[in-house]
């Protein structure tokens, strides 16, 4: 982790769970981290819990709504004021509402699709216009995938999300290609979680209120099933980021997938 002491990280969605773990440990660990979310508050109190952490980089957190492309734009004019450009992005914002794909809202597959892909999509093409333009070229971008990205659970309430999810797998090995082909020595990697335990359920549970009784029956299932298994923990999915990162320049780890032992395959 030394070579990346005192270079810049944005983390997205960085008020909560895996985004605030990933934040607080990249900050202890020497970087300059920048968090994003719209509770940009919660990414303060983390920055004001860091200071005087012996070793730690400093914490700037920055407000912005991912269903906002001009926010998204607006964060990265400042974040090049500020500090010229990033080193490291981790594309962490995701949600997953509960609506299945005969009986699912509109609104909310497109909830999942402006934070999951597009958000995402935007953040990488911006931080890889900052990283060329400072002439940057051992950066590295990390996809928060999860392993529904890459299978198909019986479980309708995830099957949009997996959709979306799977489309992270792609544009994560699509983006790989597109660096190579420019000879770039960026590296891309998809970090595929199980079951963590964070409020992303809630988030989820909030937005089922207005469900069908079909859809709520299959919510509680699959909740019951989740509480069901010893979930992996947020600071288990940060402990990777720096793994992933911490690997020599010449280690590209483009897929790594991590799993509750409980969990089924
Ligand atoms: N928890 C799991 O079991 C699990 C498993 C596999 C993969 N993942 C993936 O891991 C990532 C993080 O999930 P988590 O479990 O940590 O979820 P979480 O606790 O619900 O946190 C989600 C984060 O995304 C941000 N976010 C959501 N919508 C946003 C928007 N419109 N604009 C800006 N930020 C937004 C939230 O910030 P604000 O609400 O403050 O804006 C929050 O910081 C996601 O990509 C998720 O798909 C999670």
Redesign the pocket.
Known sequence: MERWRGRTVLV??????????IAQTLCRSGMNVIG?????E?VQQLAASMKGTSGAGSMTALK????KEE?ILAMFEEIEVKFKHVDILV??????HADDLITGRTDKWK?ML???IM?LSICTREALRLMRNAGVDDGHVIN??????HSVGSSPVSHF?TG??HM?TALTKALNSELRQRKSKIRVTSL????????????RKAASDQQNEDTKKHLEQFHAY?DSVQ??T?QD?ADAVLYIVGVPPHVNIRELTLAPTDQAV
């Not at 997205?12 to 773990?21: D, E, Q």
């Not at 994003?36 to 940009?40: M, P, Q, T």
């Not at 594309?91 to 997953?96: E, I, K, S, V």
């Open positions: 997205t969605g960085a008020s909560a769970g895996i985004g605030y773990a994003c979310a719209r509770r940009s919660k912005c709504d991912f269903y926010e594309n962490n914002a995701g949600l997953g909830q402006d934070v999951n958000a928060l995938n999860s392993t529904a990205g999300y979306t999810k992270v595929s979680p199980g079951i963590v335990d964070t409020e992303f359920a809630d988030v989740r979930p992996l947020s999915i």
